[in-house]
Nanobody, 124 residues
Framework: QVQLVESGGALVQAGGSLRLSCAAS????????IAWFRQAPGKEREGVSC????????YYADSVKGRFTLSRDNAKNTVYLQMDNLKPEDTAVYYC?????????????????WGQGTQVIVSS
């Protein structure tokens, strides 16, 4: 059974940092593309960072470029999103998603497996 479990969301002050984790079970991340999406109240879900299965091509949304970093630990079958210099506009529920294959567009329609989400709140 494919399962993704996010953790690490919290309330943090602007300028602070958080590291989100996405633990995968039931499959090996090596053969899947992984992405982080977020959804703020009243807004559509947006792609924050998406990578190919080799994790050598990583896309970042313009709004997070230079502040967020996606990484993968194969031994732990876990993907991380390091978020630095957080801003109030980063407040959202963050989801990790996976799809089998080598490469996908950074669109929520491309991903078939989703975690339950973790809440990030950035106070000003």
């Amino acid at each position: 059974q494919v399962q993704l479990v996010e953790s690490g969301g919290a309330l943090v002050q602007a300028g602070g940092s958080l590291r989100l984790s996405c633990a995968a079970s039931g499959f090996t991340l090596d053969y899947y593309v992984i992405a982080w999406f977020r959804q703020a109240p009243g807004k559509e879900r947006e792609g924050v960072s998406c990578t190919n299965n080799a994790v050598d091509t990583i896309y970042y949304a313009d709004s997070v470029k230079g502040r967020f970093t996606l990484s993968r630990d194969n031994a732990k079958n876990t993907v991380y999103l390091q978020m630095d210099n957080l801003k109030p506009e980063d407040t959202a529920v963050y989801y990790c998603a996976a799809a089998h294959g080598m490469s996908r567009r950074c669109s929520s329609y491309e991903y078939e497996y989703w975690g339950q989400g973790t809440q990030v709140i950035v106070s000003s």
